[in-house]
């Protein structure tokens, strides 16, 4: 399946704006993204291990937190994944 | 260097004003190259705090995949936010800072006084990440169209 890189991460998958990797499941998908590209992982996960609490990752439509299996949700080749850092502030 | 089209210069802060005394937000669409980010196309977004929408901003990550699809669609990438400071300076505030992870992309602030934009200013996140990210000035270039030149000569002859 497709997984969409934001600009910021770019740096860290050679420039490549869509990356594809074949996974059954989100967290075989993203196993095979920082596998592919290791200097990927830090900005993703801390380090225990959890999804950065400002990285969205959206399986089409819908955040993954929110999916009941999490990232043991089944993802199909035609599906698509988003890695989407939050956008915030004030004065 | 942020490069934006006076039109697009003009919608932004106009943005502020209409949302004036609340935030408002939005994102910088166009082509990251080496002298700077192009801004090519301006889409508005929500502020989706409702608890606190005169200082705080946030815009809902499914409107960002959105945007972020649309920008695919476009041949274009995210390249940049932009925000209102309602009667309060055109610099990033420690929550700004806090809550910016877009490295290379620019943060462009407008500040608006009593309903009307006054300063815009535009901030690059630099760094490799947030160990080490940091806020630099950012030149603005404002391109003018010829037509857009010939329209604010007239305004101020």
Redesign the interface.
Known sequence: MNI?I???LR?YTGGE?TVSVPGSTVGDALEQLTGAYPALR??LYTGDGKL?S???I?LN?D?IRYLPAKDATPAKESDEL?I???????? | MLKIGYAHYEALRAHGEETYPHECCGVLLGIASTDGNHVRELVRAGNTRTDSLHNRYNIAPEELVAIQRKARKLGFDIVGFYHSHPDHPAMWSSTDFAEAHWTGCSYVITSVEKGTAKVTNSFLLTGTGEEDKKFADEPVEIEMKESETAMQQRGTA
Request: hydrophobic share 25%; no cysteine.
């Open positions: 969409h934001p600009t910021p740096a704006p830090q900005h950065r400002f990285v969205n959206y439509d955040d988003t989407i850092p939050s956008i915030a502030g004030g004065d």
